[in-house]
Nanobody, 116 residues
Framework: VQLQASGGGSVQPGGSLRLSCTTS????????MGWFRQAPGKEREGVSC???????YYKDPVEGRFTISRDNAKNTVYLQLNSLKPDDTAVYYC???????????WGKGTLVTVSS
């Protein structure tokens, strides 16, 4: 199983980014896929998760601003980040697991920096 997050970058507050997580060895319809982040000096935290059947979950700080989606044909999971805030600055990781928030496989992260 391999996961690779990409799409990070530097944006101003209020801006948007779309993160992608390309996968191999993972059938997206059978795994839950999650996005996590780790800000400097803080512990890693969950951001969003999509269950194997497509149910979506968001943690409170990103509810209404971030959207998780997947394209099974491309073996890719996305995280659309809108209305970005400086507090969203972090390394973002994608992960796969049997159920949301309990992940077994992790990819390398992609850095998102929100600053004016």
């Amino acid at each position: 199983v391999q996961l690779q997050a990409s799409g990070g970058g530097s944006v101003q507050p209020g801006g948007s980014l779309r993160l992608s997580c390309t996968t191999s060895g993972v059938a997206l319809g059978t795994y839950a896929m999650g996005w996590f982040r780790q800000a400097p000096g803080k512990e890693r935290e969950g951001v969003s998760c999509m269950s194997s059947i497509g149910s979506t979950y968001y943690k409170d700080p990103v509810e209404g601003r971030f959207t998780i989606s997947r394209d099974n044909a491309k073996n890719t999971v996305y995280l659309q980040l809108n209305s970005l805030k400086p507090d969203d600055t972090a390394v973002y990781y994608c992960a796969a697991g049997v159920t949301c928030w309990l992940m077994d496989y992790w990819g390398k992260g992609t850095l998102v920096t929100v600053s004016s």
